[in-house]
């Protein structure tokens, strides 16, 4: 997977000056043992440095993490922790890097240490909690973040998938072209959030992107990727005439991330795909834009500039391919009875149908097949239709969530984890039969009550925990889920 991060945890061990050192060197030591154990040694580095209640041992710490080439930060306390230069680490490592950190603390390990080796760190990770607070630092604190060495060790693994999306949002560049398509403002939303969040965002008219395609006419590259192509599609190759513009697009978006990203290290794209796009460029973009997004470089559909963003936080998360679907379409009541109800624990109202086009990308598709786009051809020659990928979706579980700016420039989220089921969709497009629980509920109380567009991402997994964390992390005022408890805004007569 290109495109994406990769983490280095710098975990630093911290003493109060009235406390043995050795103590909290021990159990750091402890630590990485039980990591490199558990997880191998290529996510952490173990800074030799422990810093007692010194502000120079706090440089130096910081000073020694920077040179291994770390992105990201774990304060361990191995005792009570000395509470000014501990969190005024964190303080710096944020001001000159913009990378996270975590904090957790070591439990004790059995009785015979109370007597003289006790450590006190539950009570230190209290004080370590307020000061961060005075020294308005964003900090990583597990749900319960006090544990023995093997403890600790899995949640600084649980710290990894979050690191890298915080990391990989701080270096991100969002490429766009557009404008959106004609009355279609609901994937329309302010882009304040976005610098805010440290993402670069750079659009275009879709006429640049005509114009550049146009120079990749005859590109001596287009025959090797259309073979690519073919390979992948196998037997569901069925408009290979359509293969070689096909690949002349996808070299056009690549070149064009390449000479495009500047500043940034990594990129995600929201394309226009109609209404012009068929009849000037001859085909849709559907079948590119999932081998883009295969790779690690998500392409959202119809300029949505949020969804490429939900899609790049979810591939840095789960370090796999995602995609972005409407939320589509009720199950038909006779669809419901016959193939759902009795067989699967869920509701009427639990389940619905997610679609798209044919953006979502082979690997995640039954029986994929590149043909023409079928709404689109309701008004149009279907020869300029050409080149969406379809396919019911591949049942497993899932997450589905979105981070959004609303209209009035608030940053909110959710998240909702589920799965689609193994039930045939006897429809067209990219598309499968999705069932969440609560799922009426959260449509009618997070989805429409806080105004989210249709658009969805979907990653191929239960990632909530994480999601949930980034998007906390990154201050998110509303992280809405899926829930049996009442909403506030729901009736509570009902």
């Not at 406390?19 to 021990?26: G, I, K």
């Not at 308005?136 to 999306?165: M, S």
């Not at 192509?229 to 978006?253: R, S």
């Not at 149908?353 to 097949?369: D, K």
Request: net charge negative; hydrophobic share 40%; with cysteine.
């Amino acid at each position: 997977m290109i495109n994406i991060p990769a983490i280095k945890i710098g975990i630093v061990a911290v003493s109060r000056d009235c406390f043995p050192e050795s103590l909290s060197v021990n159990r750091r030591k402890a630590l990485v043992a039980a990591y490199e154990n558990k997880y191998g040694k290529a996510d952490i580095y173990e800074c030799p440095v422990c810093i007692v209640e010194s502000e120079l041992h706090m440089l130096n710490a910081l000073e020694d993490i920077k040179q291994a080439g770390c992105n990201a930060l774990c304060v361990y306390l191995g005792n009570f922790g000395p509470e000014i230069s501990e969190t005024m680490l964190a303080q710096k490592w944020q001001k000159e890097t913009g990378n996270p950190v975590m904090f957790c603390a070591a439990a004790e390990e059995n009785i015979g240490v109370l007597s003289s080796d006790r450590g006190d760190a539950y009570c230190g990770m209290l004080n370590a909690s307020y000061n961060l607070k005075l020294r308005g630092v964003k900090a990583y604190i597990p749900e319960y973040p006090v544990g023995d060495a093997d403890y600790c060790a899995t949640l600084i693994n649980g710290f990894v998938p979050v690191a890298r999306a915080l990391v990989g949002l701080k270096d991100l560049k969002i490429i766009s072209f557009g404008p959106r398509p004609s009355n279609f403002t609901a994937c329309n939303a302010p882009i304040k959030q976005l610098y805010n969040l440290g993402v670069e965002i750079e659009e275009n008219s879709e006429l640049d992107l005509f114009e550049s395609f146009n120079k990749h006419a005859g590109d001596k590259r287009i025959k090797q990727v259309a073979a690519d192509m073919t390979k992948e599609l196998g037997n569901g190759n069925k408009k290979p005439e359509i293969l070689e513009k096909l690949a002349q697009y996808e070299l056009t978006l690549l070149d064009w991330v390449e000479t495009h990203k500047g500043s940034k290290k990594y990129v995600a794209i929201a394309g226009k795909c109609w209404p012009a796009f068929q009849t000037q460029f001859g085909f849709v973009p559907c079948y590119v834009n999932s081998r883009l997004t295969e790779r690690g470089i998500p392409v959202s559909c119809e300029v949505d500039i949020y969804g490429a963003l939900s899609e790049y936080i979810g591939t840095c998360v789960s370090g796999a391919s995602v995609t972005l679907l409407d939320i589509n379409n009720t199950v038909p009541k006779d669809m419901f009875d016959a193939d759902i109800c009795g067989k699967y624990d869920y509701k009427f109202t639990d389940t619905f149908m997610g679609f798209h086009c044919g953006n979502t990308c082979a690997s995640r598709l039954c029986n994929p097949t590149m043909k023409y786009q079928k709404i689109m051809a309701r008004s149009l020659p279907a020869e300029v239709t050409n080149g969406t990928l379809e396919g019911d979706l591949a049942a497993g579980e899932i997450t589905f969530y979105r981070l959004q700016s609303t209209a009035d420039n608030h940053l909110y989220a959710y998240v909702a984890e589920g799965e689609i089921l193994p039930v045939a969709t006897r429809s067209f497009g990219g598309i499968g039969v999705f069932a969440i629980k609560e799922m009426g509920r959260f449509y009618r109380h997070v989805l429409i009550e806080n105004g989210f567009p249709h658009h969805g991402a979907v990653a191929f997994g239960r990632y909530g925990k994480a999601l949930f964390e980034v998007f906390k992390y990154l201050g998110s005022e509303k992280i809405g889920y899926n829930q049996k408890e009442k909403y506030s805004t729901e009736n509570p007569f009902i």
